[in-house]
Protein backbone atom coordinates (compact mmCIF):
# COMPACT_ATOMS: atom_id res chain seq x y z
CA UNK A 1 0.00 0.00 0.00
CA UNK A 2 1.40 3.47 -0.63
CA UNK A 3 1.45 6.32 1.68
CA UNK A 4 -0.24 9.33 0.27
CA UNK A 5 1.91 12.50 -0.81
CA UNK A 6 2.53 15.29 1.04
CA UNK A 7 0.32 17.39 -1.49
CA UNK A 8 -2.54 14.93 -1.29
CA UNK A 9 -2.57 15.71 2.18
CA UNK A 10 -2.06 19.15 2.15
CA UNK A 11 -4.87 19.16 -0.79
CA UNK A 12 -7.65 17.58 1.46
CA UNK A 13 -6.54 19.27 4.29
CA UNK A 14 -7.35 22.67 2.30
CA UNK A 15 -10.68 21.31 0.95
CA UNK A 16 -12.08 20.15 4.24
CA UNK A 17 -11.55 23.38 5.87
CA UNK A 18 -13.26 24.85 3.37
CA UNK A 19 -16.31 22.99 4.54
CA UNK A 20 -15.96 24.57 8.08
CA UNK A 21 -19.28 25.32 9.26
CA UNK A 22 -17.66 28.19 11.71
CA UNK A 23 -16.61 30.21 8.29
CA UNK A 24 -20.07 30.65 7.10
CA UNK A 25 -21.32 34.63 6.31
CA UNK A 26 -23.60 36.76 7.67
CA UNK A 27 -26.97 35.25 5.90
CA UNK A 28 -27.25 38.82 4.95
CA UNK A 29 -24.82 38.98 2.46
CA UNK A 30 -21.42 40.81 2.46
CA UNK A 31 -21.14 44.86 2.92
CA UNK A 32 -19.23 47.26 -0.14
CA UNK A 33 -15.64 47.49 1.01
CA UNK A 34 -13.60 50.28 1.06
CA UNK A 35 -10.46 52.06 2.44
CA UNK A 36 -8.51 49.31 3.24
CA UNK A 37 -11.16 46.69 4.78
CA UNK A 38 -11.18 43.24 3.46
CA UNK A 39 -13.78 40.44 3.53
CA UNK A 40 -11.60 38.80 6.11
CA UNK A 41 -11.76 41.64 8.53
CA UNK A 42 -15.49 41.58 8.07
CA UNK A 43 -15.82 38.27 9.36
CA UNK A 44 -14.03 39.14 12.29
CA UNK A 45 -16.54 42.19 12.96
CA UNK A 46 -19.43 39.77 12.35
CA UNK A 47 -17.97 37.31 15.26
CA UNK A 48 -17.26 40.56 17.30
CA UNK A 49 -21.23 41.13 17.48
CA UNK A 50 -21.67 38.19 19.80
CA UNK A 51 -20.52 40.66 22.44
CA UNK A 52 -22.46 42.77 24.47
CA UNK A 53 -23.41 45.79 23.12
CA UNK A 54 -21.27 48.79 23.81
CA UNK A 55 -21.84 52.42 22.79
CA UNK A 56 -19.05 54.15 25.18
CA UNK A 57 -16.80 55.06 22.51
CA UNK A 58 -19.19 55.04 19.21
CA UNK A 59 -18.37 57.17 16.28
CA UNK A 60 -19.97 60.62 16.60
CA UNK A 61 -22.07 60.91 13.21
CA UNK A 62 -21.65 64.34 11.60
CA UNK A 63 -23.90 63.73 8.34
CA UNK A 64 -26.72 62.35 7.97
CA UNK A 65 -28.65 64.84 10.81
CA UNK A 66 -31.18 63.39 12.77
CA UNK A 67 -33.91 63.54 10.91
CA UNK A 68 -32.31 65.24 8.01
CA UNK A 69 -34.34 64.74 4.33
CA UNK A 70 -32.92 64.02 0.70
CA UNK A 71 -34.95 65.58 -1.99
CA UNK A 72 -35.89 62.77 -4.90
CA UNK A 73 -33.03 64.55 -7.07
CA UNK A 74 -30.18 64.66 -4.47
CA UNK A 75 -27.18 63.66 -5.72
CA UNK A 76 -24.97 60.79 -3.50
CA UNK A 77 -24.47 62.17 -0.48
CA UNK A 78 -20.60 62.05 1.46
CA UNK A 79 -21.46 60.85 5.14
CA UNK A 80 -18.76 61.84 7.75
CA UNK A 81 -17.76 60.57 11.36
CA UNK A 82 -15.36 60.90 13.74
CA UNK A 83 -13.71 58.07 16.11
CA UNK A 84 -12.05 58.92 19.64
CA UNK A 85 -10.41 55.47 19.00
CA UNK A 86 -9.21 56.57 15.94
CA UNK A 87 -6.97 58.97 17.90
CA UNK A 88 -5.77 56.58 20.28
CA UNK A 89 -1.56 55.65 19.75
CA UNK A 90 -1.27 51.49 19.44
CA UNK A 91 2.17 50.61 18.85
CA UNK A 92 2.81 48.62 15.99
CA UNK A 93 3.22 44.34 17.05
CA UNK A 94 7.13 43.88 15.56
CA UNK A 95 7.96 41.64 12.84
CA UNK A 96 9.61 38.26 13.66
CA UNK A 97 12.31 37.64 10.65
CA UNK A 98 12.06 34.61 8.67
CA UNK A 99 14.32 31.95 9.43
CA UNK A 100 15.97 29.70 6.99
CA UNK A 101 14.69 26.77 8.06
CA UNK A 102 11.13 28.52 7.69
CA UNK A 103 12.06 29.47 4.43
CA UNK A 104 13.26 26.40 3.07
CA UNK A 105 10.31 24.78 4.30
CA UNK A 106 8.15 27.10 2.58
CA UNK A 107 9.67 25.54 -0.46
CA UNK A 108 9.11 21.96 -0.29
CA UNK A 109 5.42 22.25 1.24
CA UNK A 110 3.77 25.56 0.49
CA UNK A 111 1.04 27.03 3.15
CA UNK A 112 -1.96 28.23 2.24
CA UNK A 113 -2.19 31.97 2.66
CA UNK A 114 -4.91 34.33 2.52
CA UNK A 115 -5.54 36.43 -0.21
CA UNK A 116 -4.84 40.04 1.25
CA UNK A 117 -2.74 40.46 4.06
CA UNK A 118 -4.59 40.91 7.49
CA UNK A 119 -5.84 44.10 8.44
CA UNK A 120 -4.79 46.34 11.61
CA UNK A 121 -6.18 49.23 12.02
CA UNK A 122 -9.66 51.26 13.07
CA UNK A 123 -12.65 49.56 10.62
CA UNK A 124 -16.17 51.26 10.45
CA UNK A 125 -19.14 49.12 9.30
CA UNK A 126 -22.44 51.43 7.96
CA UNK A 127 -25.81 49.82 7.61
CA UNK A 128 -28.59 51.52 6.41
CA UNK A 129 -31.70 49.46 7.57
CA UNK A 130 -35.69 50.50 7.23
CA UNK A 131 -37.53 49.85 10.78
CA UNK A 132 -37.74 46.43 11.37
CA UNK A 133 -36.21 45.31 8.16
CA UNK A 134 -34.05 41.60 8.61
CA UNK A 135 -31.13 42.84 5.85
CA UNK A 136 -29.05 46.24 5.42
CA UNK A 137 -30.69 48.45 2.68
CA UNK A 138 -27.25 49.33 1.90
CA UNK A 139 -24.02 48.59 3.47
CA UNK A 140 -20.19 49.26 3.26
CA UNK A 141 -17.14 48.84 5.51
CA UNK A 142 -14.83 51.25 5.80
CA UNK A 143 -11.57 52.16 7.58
CA UNK A 144 -12.00 55.80 6.36
CA UNK A 145 -14.26 58.03 8.62
CA UNK A 146 -16.53 58.96 6.08
CA UNK A 147 -18.86 57.42 2.99
CA UNK A 148 -19.66 58.78 -0.40
CA UNK A 149 -22.52 56.93 -1.47
CA UNK A 150 -22.12 55.30 -4.73
CA UNK A 151 -25.26 55.85 -7.65
CA UNK A 152 -26.28 51.91 -6.92
CA UNK A 153 -26.18 52.11 -3.13
CA UNK A 154 -28.08 55.45 -3.96
CA UNK A 155 -30.31 54.26 -5.99
CA UNK A 156 -31.08 51.44 -3.21
CA UNK A 157 -32.43 53.75 -0.87
CA UNK A 158 -34.97 55.72 -3.17
CA UNK A 159 -36.68 52.41 -3.46
CA UNK A 160 -37.58 53.05 -0.31
CA UNK A 161 -38.82 57.05 -0.71
CA UNK A 162 -40.72 58.46 1.58
CA UNK A 163 -39.47 56.00 4.93
CA UNK A 164 -37.63 56.44 8.11
CA UNK A 165 -34.25 54.72 6.89
CA UNK A 166 -31.61 54.28 9.87
CA UNK A 167 -27.88 54.52 9.69
CA UNK A 168 -25.83 52.64 12.47
CA UNK A 169 -22.42 52.47 12.38
CA UNK A 170 -20.49 49.90 14.21
CA UNK A 171 -16.77 50.51 14.98
CA UNK A 172 -13.79 48.67 15.73
CA UNK A 173 -10.23 48.41 16.37
CA UNK A 174 -8.27 45.16 14.49
CA UNK A 175 -4.85 43.69 15.21
CA UNK A 176 -4.47 41.09 12.33
CA UNK A 177 -8.17 41.06 11.27
CA UNK A 178 -8.57 40.34 15.06
CA UNK A 179 -11.12 42.40 17.11
CA UNK A 180 -9.01 43.67 19.95
CA UNK A 181 -11.11 46.99 20.69
CA UNK A 182 -15.35 47.24 20.65
CA UNK A 183 -17.32 46.51 18.76
CA UNK A 184 -18.84 49.81 19.68
CA UNK A 185 -21.97 51.04 18.16
CA UNK A 186 -24.24 54.19 18.18
CA UNK A 187 -26.95 53.72 20.81
CA UNK A 188 -29.74 54.93 18.62
CA UNK A 189 -29.20 54.64 14.69
CA UNK A 190 -29.37 58.34 13.33
CA UNK A 191 -32.93 58.12 11.42
CA UNK A 192 -33.29 60.17 7.64
CA UNK A 193 -35.60 60.17 4.76
CA UNK A 194 -35.36 60.34 0.97
CA UNK A 195 -38.06 62.15 -0.81
CA UNK A 196 -40.87 60.71 -2.98
CA UNK A 197 -40.57 62.03 -6.80
Not at 32 to 44: I, M, N, P, Q, S
Not at 62 to 83: F, I, R
Not at 144 to 164: P, Y
Request: proline letters at 10%; aromatic letters at 8%; hydrophobic letters at 35%.
Amino acid sequence: MRHPSTACITALALTLSACDPETSESECGEPLYAGKATDEAWRAMVDARKKPRDSSRAVTLHSPTEGEVYSADATPPVWQWSSLSASLFRPQPPRAPRSLASWLGELLVPSAHAHLPPYTGDLYWVEVSTPGGKCPVVQVLTSEVSWQLDANSWAELGKNAGKDLTVQVTSAHLLQNTVTEGPYSLATPRTFRRGAP
